[in-house]
């Protein structure tokens, strides 16, 4: 009888384990929740980053920016140019 009381008492002891782990399992769905709230901010916020810098690539490729570059560069390149005459 000894090995009987035994047995039930270490089923007692797991099914208390089992409860004890049922227990805990809304507790981690609500902590999961979160977490996932947490990704979406997050997530929202990358696609706005994402976004300004497509825009931020589009606008640095435009004829404008392009042109303006390009005078830049011209002016500099006469300048230099121009030194280089008077010294040589």
Same mark, same amino acid.
């Given at each position: 009888?000894?090995?009987?009381?035994?047995?039930?008492?270490?089923?007692?002891?797991?099914?208390?384990?089992?409860?004890?782990?049922?227990?805990? %399992?809304?507790?981690?769905?609500?902590?999961?929740?979160?977490? %996932?709230?947490?990704?979406?901010?997050?997530?929202? %916020?990358?696609?706005?980053?994402?976004?300004?810098?497509?825009?931020?690539?589009?606008?640095?490729?435009?004829?404008?920016?392009?042109?303006?570059?390009?005078?830049?560069?011209?002016?500099?390149?006469?300048?230099?140019?121009?030194?280089?005459?008077?010294? %040589?």
């Amino acid at each position: 009888m000894g090995g009987s009381k035994r047995t039930l008492e270490n089923m007692l002891i797991e099914e208390e384990q089992k409860y004890q782990e049922l227990l805990k %399992i809304p507790i981690a769905i609500a902590h999961s929740h979160e977490l %996932i709230e947490e990704l979406k901010t997050q997530l929202k %916020i990358s696609e706005k980053t994402i976004t300004n810098l497509k825009n931020q690539i589009e606008e640095s490729n435009s004829i404008k920016m392009k042109l303006k570059d390009y005078v830049i560069g011209g002016l500099i390149g006469a300048i230099l140019g121009a030194i280089l005459t008077t010294l %040589i």
